[in-house]
């Protein structure tokens, strides 16, 4: 395995300031591409061919169309005087396929400061199978001498090619691995490009999912913590996960049992860091955020099919937790007992859900230790989302039956003590059991 650490952009950096130098003295040696839009209020940008022809090397002819190869390779990027930063990208497939790039990660920091965030992409426009797109929400910096570390690039999920995942798991966006070091220059107002190819972490297989845990009745309901996870294998060995980057979507929802998902307007972005060190937690027990599934398995109580799913993996990220509730609690048992009718209500609350969806979860960075030594590096994995119900068999069905089992003890309770009373109020004539002699005496009730 290549080492890939921070001696390796050290070097990148180093090589950065010759070739500026150079550039500055010499005016030459590295590739320039102009990527530039029109003064017009709606901007006009230039065409792919137009850019990548500033290049003398450039030839269309070394870019044909490649019939089932369905990859997304980056051949260059370019700054834009507006700040903005353009990728040329060499789509094999052409128009057979049409799979447009949906976004890409980008560290534009290096060593132990390596940060990927992942970028929409707008297509500009395209030829053949070259194509233009601008990175949105990127703004170049105003560095000499700036850094754009590019692990992958993603595409739109196509189960035709890229087939379906078990375990009831959804993928939104397939990454593809790009693992280029570029470093732009700017010398006497023009900036000069040069890259290196880095090691990048290919994930070979993973499963979004979540396990859940119990925290009891309470007063407002029936509490539960979801603890989310991403189950992996990946092209690398490794001894010890030391750091991870994540990203993830969550909304909340609410749901009534029978009816569909009710979801919030708001799904909220998430970038988050984990470490060996940091622990998940619900109010009964707590598991590593990073560790092997070895290690997990001897954490938590995890058997039978659960077990079985989880063994197809070499390690297990838990980076985040949730709150899942049943509506039903001790108030309900109140509002039963006190209130005509309450009972209706309480069964309503007992088969009334709300949770949080976790989905498009995607890792993009990992440090880990190897024979010794340290590496940190961009990560190839999809964007992904797991099934709606917990992987341990789910303690909310458990407690779902044990709630309506309440609440029809307590309707039954309800259902005789209102009998009762009106046969109370009529008059009725009731015969009650008695230990007397007689064995049977009759009271007006």
Not at 129 to 141: A, C, G, P, Q
Not at 325 to 335: A, L, P, Q, T, Y
Request: charged share 20%; with cysteine.
């Amino acid at each position: 395995m290549q080492k890939a650490n921070k001696f390796t952009y050290t070097i990148a950096a180093l090589f950065a300031a010759v070739v500026f130098i150079i550039s500055s003295l010499w005016g030459g040696g590295a590739t320039v591409v102009h990527a530039a839009i029109s003064s017009n209020s709606v901007a006009r940008y230039t065409n792919v061919l137009d850019d990548l022809g500033t290049d003398e090397s450039f030839n269309v002819a070394d870019y044909p169309v490649i019939s089932g190869d369905y990859s997304i390779q980056l051949k260059q990027i370019a700054e834009s005087k507006n700040g903005e930063l353009f990728l040329y990208v060499y789509h094999p497939c052409g128009q057979t396929k049409r799979f447009i790039a949906t976004s890409v990660n980008i560290s534009t920091a290096i060593n132990d400061s390596l940060h990927y965030d992942n970028y929409g992409l707008t297509l500009l426009n395209s030829s053949g199978t070259l194509y233009k797109y601008k990175v949105n929400d990127f703004k170049v910096k105003s560095d000499v001498v700036r850094y754009y570390d590019i692990s992958s690039i993603y595409r739109k999920w196509d189960m035709t090619v890229d087939g379906k995942l078990p375990n009831d798991n959804t993928a939104s966006e397939k990454a593809l691995s790009v693992g280029q070091f570029w470093t732009a220059s700017t010398s006497s107002g023009e900036v000069s490009y040069t890259m290196e190819e880095v090691e990048v972490i290919t994930v070979t297989s993973q499963m979004v999912g979540f396990r859940r845990y119990s925290d009891g009745f309470q007063w407002s309901g029936i509490k539960n913590c979801d603890a989310h996870y991403l189950a992996f294998s990946c092209d690398h060995d490794i001894d010890k996960l030391l750091s991870a980057d994540l990203q993830f979507y969550t909304q909340s929802y609410s749901k009534l049992e029978g009816q569909d998902l009710k979801l919030s307007d708001d799904k909220e972005k998430h970038s988050i860091t984990v470490h060996d060190y940091d622990k998940g937690a619900s109010s009964k027990e707590k598991w590593s955020r990073m560790a092997s599934m070895n290690e997990f398995f001897n954490e938590v109580e995890i058997s039978g099919e659960e077990k079985q799913t989880l063994s197809k993996y070499d390690w297990i990220l838990n980076f985040y937790e949730t709150e899942y509730e049943r509506d039903f609690g001790g108030k309900d048992i109140v509002i039963t007992l006190l209130v005509p009718g309450g009972f209706i209500w309480s069964i309503v609350n007992a088969c009334t859900t709300s949770g949080t969806i976790v989905s498009d979860v995607t890792l993009m960075r990992l440090e880990f230790e190897y024979s010794g030594k340290i590496y940190n590096m961009g990560v190839v994995s999809d964007k992904q989302a797991g099934s709606l119900n917990p992987t341990n068999g789910g303690n909310g069905n458990k407690t779902l039956s044990l709630i309506l089992g309440c609440v029809l003890v307590v309707v039954l309770v309800v259902v005789l003590f209102a009998l009762f009373s009106k046969a109370k109020r009529g008059g009725n004539v009731v015969n009650i059991y008695s230990n007397d002699s007689d064995k049977y005496r009759k009271k007006k009730e």
